[in-house]
């Protein structure tokens, strides 16, 4: 199942690059950045708010991949890499279930994982860092129930070097790890409860230096927290809001567009992991960042932003269909067939890659898109470029690239497709940028 996802996905996400349906944001912000790296400016790049990539996202763990880059030097290496990290978070998860219920569960569980709409989404838009979570968590929930406590710190650091926000996911790993197994146990500092407190404490110390001292000796910060402005838009504001505006808080959340993310994010794992607030716990950081903002595409579930929840949520189902099983087990075969109706139903349902509503436009090839491959590869990489969303991760291998509307200075070459406003509003803005341009000479 594995070795099907990642061919799949690997195909799938290729042609979607092959045929320019990739991005600016992120794919061209990660391509510069890495290229870059390997001219001796490391994870630098002109696209994001930040000179350095450290800037906008505390990410160490991209320090990982380029010697595999420098090997590979392409988008492709990316996509790929990050498909596979994907695939792979299904083995943990397959050894976790079989450890805690059977094989038959275990496989049923995995399967699931590989065809969850928000994994699939995850995989499909772009490259970033933080996918790598999912199977770096994974792996530390299964080491946590083996005790195998050094490599599963081993894990949780990874987990934490692929963003920052990932740092509070880590950290309420330590908490799950002090409330595991209370009031099954009586709440006592045993060995397992003293690591899960250190994991909770320098995971806050790791989170507030990489707010308040790293990421702005990059030239940036907690820059997305403007994506909270109805709270304050910055981290004081937002604690003071919680306590003396609760209305506030419970009016951002139960809006029809969330309640519809929540609904997509929980049906097609049959709502399980609401039957322990343990599992729960583990998912408080990341519904927290994306119900909060007033950003849409965030709460939307067709992006990247559901990399924080995916591993606590199969955490969840794990545990929900134990409970179930020890509550119900004359009809374990009939809650496994509800679930795995429930699996099919958000696949079909959800899925960017399904029989149903099958993407054809990434693997077809048009003269358009023929005609931007010529383009592309007719241009020297030296040459400074401005170019619509979809070439700039096709031409980000230089110093300087840019989107259109986004470059600070006329660059050397600029790539406009008349057809495509994208970015612009309306025509009208959009001619007259490109009657700007024909005034200078271009």
């Known amino acids: 199942m594995i070795a099907l996802y990642i061919i799949i996905f690997g195909l799938f996400t290729s042609f979607r690059h092959y045929n320019f349906l990739t991005q600016t944001w992120d794919l061209g912000v990660f391509v510069q950045s890495f290229s870059n790296t390997l001219d001796g400016r490391w994870m630098q790049n002109n696209i994001e708010d930040a000179p350095h990539h450290f800037g906008v996202h505390m990410s160490p763990w991209l320090l990982a991949l380029v010697p595999g880059y420098f090997l590979f030097p392409s988008p492709y290496f990316l996509l790929i890499i990050q498909t596979i990290a994907l695939g792979l978070g299904a083995w943990p998860l397959y050894l976790l279930a079989k450890e805690k219920l059977n094989h038959k569960w275990a496989l049923a569980i995995s399967g699931a994982y590989l065809l969850y709409p928000s994994l699939h989404w995850v995989n499909t838009f772009d490259f970033h860092s933080v996918p790598f979570l999912v199977p770096f968590l994974l792996a530390s929930f299964y080491l946590l129930e083996k005790q195998r406590y050094g490599w599963m710190t081993f894990f949780l650091v990874l987990s934490a ?84 505006e609760p209305a506030l808080f419970w009016g951002l959340i139960f809006t029809k567009p969330k309640i519809l993310y929540l609904l997509w994010l929980f049906l097609p794992v049959m709502f399980l992991p609401f039957l322990s607030w343990r599992s729960m716990l583990l998912l408080v950081p990341g519904i927290m960042e994306n119900i909060l903002t007033s950003y849409s595409i965030q709460f939307s579930g067709l992006y990247q932003y559901d990399s924080t929840l995916i591993a606590g949520i199969f955490i969840g189902v794990i545990t929900g269909i134990g409970i179930l099983r020890n509550k119900y087990p004359q009809k374990e075969k009939h809650i496994l067939i509800a679930y795995l109706f429930f699996v099919l139903l958000g696949y079909l349902a959800r899925s960017p890659l399904n029989p149903i509503f099958f993407p054809t436009e990434a693997f077809r090839t048009t003269p358009h898109t023929e005609s931007f491959r010529k383009i592309v590869n007719a241009i020297p990489d030296n040459i400074s470029v401005t170019a619509h969303t979809n070439l700039v991760p096709h031409l980000s291998h230089r110093q300087h690239i840019y989107e259109l509307g986004h470059e600070p200075f006329p660059t050397g070459l600029v790539i406009l497709d008349g057809k495509d406003n994208f970015g612009f509003g309306d025509n009208e803005t959009f001619v007259e940028y490109i009657q700007n341009y024909a005034d200078l000479g271009y």
């Not at 045993?190 to 990421?215: D, P, S």
Request: overall charge positive.
């Open 161 to 244: 070097s692929t963003r920052e926000d990932s740092i509070l996911v880590v950290l309420f790993f330590g908490l799950y790890m002090l409330v595991r197994t209370w009031p099954k146990e009586k709440f006592e500092l045993t060995k397992e409860r003293k690591i899960g407190l250190a994991v909770a404490v320098l995971a806050l110390i790791y989170f507030i230096l990489a707010a308040a001292v790293f990421m702005p000796a990059y030239g940036g910060g907690l820059l997305r927290l403007d994506r909270y402005e109805e709270l304050g838009g910055t981290a004081p504001g937002i604690i003071k809001a919680f306590f003396t």
